[in-house]
DNA sequence: GTAGGGTTAG
């Protein structure tokens, strides 16, 4: 047994056949260690982490902190626990106590670190991949595709040329990041020159390649990659990205034509069933999700109908598309036949009663449901803003911040909408006495700020400052759109300083965004553009909106380029930059660029949008 | 117990 182990290290060092050495090596791992661990603990560690996988942390902690004895798969379990929540700091306090570190607690925390967005995080994952004592494939693998999520490729491909034996795995991670960068010919390059694809090579290449709404080129090399493959059972996953991805762009037929390509064989054959090229259940929800996009709802449901093996996320999909077509009969038909409704299914149902004004059925299953999430709360506060039931939404809003879940610019805008009618909200803001607490204040700031009225929302939180309130990060994204719709840039500034300062409050995205936004509409346009490089966060539609508002307004091209590029590539099926940068070259007179943008538009196959205009905006 | 890839809700 020591011997046919000490043959797979090696095999492993020399990156030789992964996966069947994976495979190996799991269940040698396992048979070892039974061998090993007194059987209690053995047992105990497969308890953490079976109660880890099924979401129960806090249960998984209290065995943790019950054991008396303990190894290092016991603390490698739980830090994984803290790992996928996110908890950073908690994963790197169990990884400062682990008696014995090996080199899966290593990569365990420094793929904490890269998993979390910000650069700080990223420099504090490499300096521990720089001090860990012995280093595998798993520890390069982690830090290259790390620096390739958070789109920082030169450090990637330094990684990889310095790597000792450059893999697969790094391989697909490096595409991942040329096509988050939008960078789609190294991307295909790379691909080419690997020497031996994987199934997740092409699929890595096949998602990314959609994202940046290359449907053509996708389309090509998947039909090269099949061609004289005879074992085609891999190239399922690619099909089924493509025809989610021509469903996108609302192109159902030639995602039927697609789906019609895979060998339509349901159910078992006997033997080696898996690795034959054929449709698999996610295959049948992506079409049956592009019949839902474009309101098709009868074909999908013939899908539906049809298939012999359904998951919970076909159940899903078709009843979404119920509530797309305000069936919610049929939908709430589906979702009581269903066998096991998840989180997904409840918000569903949800926003699609709170959509169609039944705002009771809305709140009834929101108070039923289990396990519920930042969409649910989304989904029902956003129905009482749509039914303008601006206090019950109000309420709902503080209810939420009570229980703890954190809101985000979702939650925010419909917050700002129900401050819609701003006479009737201050009404309700004066009458209440003893619920008004910091989210109120927000809430009311956040109204006035929404509307232009700038003066009443800064003078406002002064008030609320003078008696002593502590404001919250949320106050402040409110304060700063104020300053944003007030033209005020100097208060703008200080106000963002002051939060740093006297509040202690770290800067978000959101707040980062106005202050672009700041910038921007007073055509500080340079300004504005450091404040974006200087940034940890990667910016989002928010900020390069933010920016191209302001390029639009001052008339700046260059920036403007830059801003709707960057919203092209996060968003390439929004027609609303394109339609901005042609209207700019238009106005210029610089027809040949404007020709360059429409073209391209078309090319990405984006509908312009009623609303937006060619010639005027 | 650690690295890369496919479908669904606000």
Redesign the pocket.
């Known amino acids: 047994m020591a011997a046919l182990y000490g043959v797979l290290r090696k095999l492993k060092s020399r990156n030789i056949l992964?996966?069947p050495y994976?495979s190996c090596c799991r269940s040698l791992?396992s048979v070892t260690?039974a061998h090993k661990t007194p059987p209690l603990l053995y047992h105990a560690n497969k308890k953490i982490?079976h109660l880890?996988?099924t979401g129960r942390l806090s249960e998984a902690r209290a065995l943790f902190d019950s054991m008396n004895q303990r190894n290092?798969?016991t603390w490698?379990?739980m830090m994984?626990g803290y790992?996928h929540r996110r908890e950073i700091a908690k994963a790197r306090q169990l990884f400062d106590q682990i008696p014995q570190r090996?080199?899966?607690?290593w990569?365990?925390i420094i793929?904490a670190y890269f998993s979390c967005r910000g650069s700080r995080y990223v420099e504090e994952g490499r300096k521990l991949f720089d001090e860990m004592p012995e280093r595998?494939?798993?520890?390069w693998?982690?830090v290259i595709?790390g620096y390739a999520?958070n789109g920082r490729m030169k450090e990637a491909l330094k990684l990889f040329d310095a790597m000792p034996d450059p893999?697969?795995?790094s391989s697909?991670?490096l595409i991942?990041g040329f096509l988050l960068n939008g960078d789609v010919d190294s991307a295909v390059q790379l691909f080419r020159r690997i020497p031996v694809r994987?199934?997740?090579?092409l699929?890595?290449l096949?998602?990314g390649l959609v994202r940046n709404g290359e449907l053509d080129v996708a389309a090509r090399i998947l039909h090269e990659c099949g061609e004289g493959n005879d074992g085609k059972g891999?190239l399922?996953?690619a099909y089924?990205?493509l025809i989610?991805g021509y469903?996108?762009k609302g192109m159902v037929e030639e995602a039927r034509c697609l789906f019609d390509e895979i060998p339509d064989y349901q159910g078992e054959d006997g033997n080696k069933s898996e690795r034959r090229f054929r449709r698999?259940?996610?295959?049948w929800?992506?079409m049956m999700?592009c019949y839902v996009k474009t309101g098709d709802i009868v074909s999908a449901r013939e899908l539906f109908d049809r298939m012999i093996e359904r998951?919970?996320?076909?159940w899903?999909?078709m009843i979404?598309g119920y509530?797309q077509v305000s069936e919610m009969k049929e939908a709430s038909k589906l979702f009581m036949e269903m066998p096991s409704p998840d989180?997904?299914s409840w918000?569903?149902i949800i926003?699609g009663y709170a959509q169609n004004g039944d705002l009771g059925l809305a709140k009834d299953f929101f108070l039923r449901m289990p396990n519920k999430?930042?969409?649910?709360w989304?989904?029902v506060i956003?129905g009482y803003e749509k039914n303008e039931n601006y206090n019950g939404a109000i309420e709902l809003f503080s209810q939420m911040q009570l229980e703890g879940e954190r809101p985000?610019r979702?939650?925010l805008s419909s917050i700002l909408s129900v401050c819609g009618a701003i006479a009737d909200a201050c009404i309700v803001f004066n009458e209440m006495k003893l619920y008004k607490d910091v989210i109120t204040w927000n809430a009311m700031i956040g109204g006035y700020a929404f509307h232009g009225l700038a003066s009443e929302a800064l003078e406002l939180f002064k008030l609320m400052q003078r008696l002593k309130i502590h404001p919250t990060y949320i106050t402040f994204i409110s304060v700063l759109n104020a300053c944003a719709h007030a033209g005020l840039v100097e208060e703008g500034r200080r106000q963002f300083n002051s939060m740093i300062k006297d509040y202690g409050i770290e800067p978000q995205i959101e707040h980062f965004a106005s202050l672009v936004d700041i910038l921007a509409r007073q055509g500080q346009l340079q300004e504005a553009m450091d404040v974006i490089n200087s940034m940890l966060f990667k910016p989002d539609k928010a900020v390069w909106g933010a920016l191209l508002g302001g390029c639009r307004v001052h008339n700046n091209v260059e920036f403007a380029k830059v801003a709707a590029e960057a919203l092209i590539r996060l968003e390439p099926e929004s027609s609303a930059p394109y339609v901005l940068l042609y209207n700019m070259y238009a106005n210029l007179g610089q027809w040949d660029d404007a020709e360059r943008v429409r073209v391209l538009m078309e090319k990405n196959n984006v509908k312009k949008q009623t609303g937006y205009s060619w010639v005027d905006s």
């Open positions: 992964q996966f994976i791992a260690t982490s880890i996988r290092t798969v490698n379990s994984s790992v090996d080199i899966v607690s990569n365990l793929s595998d494939c798993v520890s693998n982690t595709s999520k893999n697969v795995v697909n991670a991942t994987d199934s997740a090579s699929n890595a096949m998602s891999d399922v996953a089924n990205t989610a469903g996108q698999n259940v996610v295959s929800n992506s999700m998951d919970t996320c076909s899903n999909t979404s509530v989180t997904l918000n569903s926003s999430n930042l969409i649910s989304n989904s956003a985000d979702h939650t």
